[in-house]
Nanobody, 115 residues
Framework: QVQLVESGGGLAQPGRSLRLSCVAS????????MSWYRQAPGKERELVAY????????NYADSVKGRFTISRANAENTVYLQMNSLKPEDTAVYYC????????WGQGTQVTVSS
């Protein structure tokens, strides 16, 4: 059974940082591209970033380029999203997903950026 469990969300002030983690189980983690998506209230879910199986290729939404970094630790079945210089418009529920486009989802973790 595929499971993706996100953690690390919370409340942050503008300009601060958060690091999200997603622990995967139930499939061969190292064989899949992994991605992060987000969904803000009243908006559609959008891709934030993805990383290929060995981490050699990453890609980011224009809105987060230069501020967010996706990485992975295959030995730990974990994918990360380091979020720096947070802005209020980054407020959303962040979802870890297997594949790109995503075909399995975690429950999400809330990120709120507010002063």
């Amino acid at each position: 059974q595929v499971q993706l469990v996100e953690s690390g969300g919370g409340l942050a002030q503008p300009g601060r940082s958060l690091r999200l983690s997603c622990v995967a189980s139930g499939f061969s983690f190292s064989m899949y591209t992994m991605s992060w998506y987000r969904q803000a209230p009243g908006k559609e879910r959008e891709l934030v970033a993805y990383i290929t199986r060995l981490g050699r290729i990453t890609n980011y939404a224009d809105s987060v380029k230069g501020r967010f970094t996706i990485s992975r630790a295959n030995a730990e079945n974990t994918v990360y999203l380091q979020m720096n210089s947070l802005k209020p418009e980054d407020t959303a529920v962040y979802y870890c997903s297997r594949g790109f486009p995503g075909n399995a989802w975690g429950q999400g973790t809330q990120v709120t950026v507010s002063s």
